[in-house]
C-alpha cells in the first residue's frame, strides 16, 4: 500500500461475543478469504484496508482493531474502544445468545467509545441458514435464531446501522464498512467530529503525490 493517497484514516473496532465471526470478518475484508479454523482472538489484532467511496470522491484508510470476544479479555478489549470513529458490533445469526450478549457489547461501547462513533449492527453466518438460500440442505446448516425483523428493530431503536452477512461467502462484508464510512463520511462533513478530541478521524496531510479521486491535490499516504 506504499505510496498510495488517502483523505481520511479511519479507527474501527469489531467487538461481539466470542464465535461470531469478528477475525473472520476482518479477514475477509483485507485478505478475500476465510479461515475454518481460526484461533480465538488473545487481546486484539489490527487489520487494514483502503476503500474507496465514488460517490464522495473519497479514499480511506479503514485501521481495524479486531477484539477478543472472551469474557476474560473483556478489559483489555474495552481499552481499544477510546477514540475509534466506527464499530462493527457483531452476532452470529444462529446464537441468539450472541444478539442478547450484543447489548452489553453496546453498552461498553457506549460507555467508553467517542459518543459520536458509528456503529453497524452486523448479523453474521448468514450463510448457515437454510431459509436464506436456494441450496438444498446440508448437514452444516443451522436454524437462523434471529430474525432480520427483529434485529433491524433493536438497531432502529438503538440508532445502529444493520446488515446480515457472511465472512464465510463475503456478502456483505465489504458493504458493511462501507455503510458505516459513508457515515462517518457524512459526520465529518458535518462538522459532528472534532478534530481535536476525535482520535479515530485522522484527515491527510498536504502531500507532493497525485494519486486521488477527486481534482483535489491529494492529502496524505499511507505510511
Ligand atoms: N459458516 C460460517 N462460519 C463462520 C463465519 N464467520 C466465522 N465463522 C466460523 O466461526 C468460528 C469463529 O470465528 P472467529 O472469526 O474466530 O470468531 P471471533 O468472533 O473472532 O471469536 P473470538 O476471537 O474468540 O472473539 C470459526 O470456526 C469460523 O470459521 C461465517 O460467516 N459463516
Ligand atoms: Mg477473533
Not at 457489547?105 to 449492527?121: F, M, N, Q, S
Request: proline fraction near 4%; charged fraction near 25%.
Amino acid at each position: 500500500m506504499t505510496g498510495v493517497a488517502w483523505h481520511y484514516v479511519l479507527k474501527f473496532i469489531i467487538t461481539g461475543d466470542s464465535s461470531v465471526g469478528k477475525s473472520s470478518l476482518l479477514v475477509r475484508l483485507t485478505d478475500q478469504r476465510f479461515l475454518a479454523n481460526p484461533d480465538p482472538t488473545l487481546g486484539a489484532e489490527f487489520g487494514s484496508k483502503l476503500i474507496t467511496i465514488p460517490e464522495e470522491n473519497k479514499v480511506v484508510k479503514l485501521q481495524c482493531w479486531d477484539t477478543a470476544g472472551t469474557e476474560s479479555f473483556r478489559s483489555i478489549t474495552r481499552s481499544y474502544y477510546r477514540g475509534a470513529a466506527g464499530c462493527l458490533l457483531v452476532y452470529d445469526v444462529t446464537s441468539r445468545q450472541s444478539f442478547v450478549n450484543a447489548r452489553s457489547w453496546l453498552a461498553d461501547v457506549r460507555e467508553h467509545a467517542d459518543p459520536h462513533l458509528t456503529c453497524i449492527l452486523v448479523g453474521n453466518k448468514i450463510d448457515l441458514c437454510a431459509d436464506d438460500t436456494d441450496a438444498p440442505s446440508v448437514p452444516a446448516r443451522r436454524t437462523r435464531e434471529v430474525t432480520t425483523e427483529e434485529a433491524e428493530q433493536w438497531a432502529k431503536e438503538e440508532d445502529l446501522l444493520f446488515v446480515e452477512a457472511s465472512a464465510k461467502s463475503g456478502l456483505n462484508v465489504q458493504e458493511a464498512f462501507e455503510q458505516a464510512t459513508r457515515d462517518i463520511l457524512d459526520k465529518i462533513r458535518r462538522g459532528v467530529f472534532d478534530d481535536d478530541r476525535s482520535l479515530g478521524v485522522k484527515h491527510s496531510k498536504p502531500s507532493a503525490t497525485n494519486v486521488s479521486l477527486d481534482n483535489d491535490a491529494p492529502r496524505g499516504r499511507c505510511c
